[in-house]
């Protein structure tokens, strides 16, 4: 593990030792329930990994995947009941709801990007996974899915991508989302990296031109970096990319952009020094983080300055998060087997309107 990265850690962890309590956005005797535990399927690759945690505006519904199932998910708040949204979901990593209620995933398994229909269906031919020693080859014939569209089809300049991580949709309609590169089991064999760098895309609104939003992503002792959490503050002026712990990741660090004209993003700043899986934020000022520390949990900052303001404390090691429910205060939380929430006194800051 990186020196730089061992530093962050223990600097975040005296600040958890600091700020250990739970934050001013949640009541004292709140607590975190847990909602479902998923199962190990004959077709899991290794766990259950639960990722991807996005609210439907529409509904205040919860969809989340199981990467390693090959599925995503969705909690009805209505009923308080799991079910499978879709399966197999192209192994979706991070999801994000447009401003025309499409659900946008990162389909890890060919790099693509999908607009995914919450209440269109269409049979089709069981589509077969690209490694066949991975994952649910179905028992033949069509499999009814949610109607979806491939809108980035995988390459960037005619090579292909590292691998769409997590996505997040701004108001007119653009996607920016990270790419770095995490070899997977359900790759074909022998896939290589093929782009120079890590680093931030963006799609047009029109979904018809992709460009790298920045055109290096590195650390601040200037280490060539893995962008991976990726989150726009609610007026769409700024845009929080972070570098987690992981394979090739180069530490944890997370970095504030001003968003500007035709998308372009510029005056870089270290905003926390550390980085995150997944990130959401409330209507209050405050970030909601999967951040490494010292105990598993949801690391809670402040939005102005970049401090930890309180700690949730989770029985699993959490990926990602979202205000979910019809009025949004309640925080959904994936982390590893398990799906959590834990009632708030603030409500999400959604940016998509």
């Known amino acids: 593990m990186q020196a730089k990265f061992l530093a962050c850690l223990v600097a975040l962890a005296h600040s958890a030792a600091a700020q250990s309590g ?25 766990q259950p990994f639960t990722e991807g945690a996005t609210r439907d505006p529409a509904t205040g519904d919860v969809y989340f995947v199981d990467q390693n199932s090959n599925k995503i998910l969705k909690w009805t708040v209505a009923t308080g009941k799991l079910s499978t949204f879709m399966h197999p979901a192209g192994y979706s990593n991070g999801m994000t709801f447009d401003k025309n209620g499409k659900l946008i995933a990162c389909a890890d398994e060919r790099n693509q990007l999908w607009e995914i229909s919450t209440n269109v269906t269409k049979s089709v031919p069981w589509p077969q996974p690209l490694n066949p020693s991975v994952g649910d080859r179905g028992s033949g014939g069509n499999v009814v899915l949610p109607e979806y569209t491939v809108i980035m089809d995988g390459k960037y300049n005619g090579k292909q991508l590292g691998g769409p991580n997590d996505v997040w949709a701004m108001p007119d309609n653009s996607l920016y989302f990270t790419d770095p590169y995490w070899s997977r089991k359900w790759w074909a064999s022998g896939r290589r990296a093929e782009q ?23 650390t601040s002792d200037g280490k060539a970096g893995s962008p991976n959490g990726i989150i726009g503050s609610p007026d769409g002026k700024t845009l929080y ?15 504030a952009y001003d968003v500007g004209a035709n998308g372009a993003l510029s005056n870089r700043r270290l905003w926390a020094q550390f980085g995150s899986d997944g990130m959401t934020m409330d209507n209050q000022g405050n970030m909601y983080m999967s951040a490494p520390v010292s105990r598993s949990g949801v690391t ?36 590893r087997t398990g799906f959590y929430s834990i009632p708030t006194k603030v409500k999400g800051a959604h940016l998509v309107k």
Do not use: C, M
Not at 23 to 46: I, Q
Not at 241 to 255: D, H, I, K, L, R
């Open 22 to 46: 739970l934050p001013p956005t949640v009541d004292a005797n709140a607590k975190v329930t847990k909602l479902a535990t998923l199962p190990r399927e004959s077709y899991t690759v290794d």
């Open 241 to 255: 990319v972070a570098a987690f712990q992981g394979p090739g990741s180069g530490g944890g660090e997370t970095y």
């Open 300 to 335: 809670v900052v402040s939005i102005a300055t970049g401090k930890q303001v309180g700690f949730i404390p989770v029985p699993e090691s959490p990926a990602n998060l979202a205000f979910g429910g019809v009025d949004q205060s309640t925080l959904y939380i994936t982390a």
């Open 196 to 218: 120079d760098i890590n680093t931030v895309y963006r799609l047009s609104p029109d979904r018809k031109t992709l460009t790298r939003a920045l055109a290096t992503f590195q």
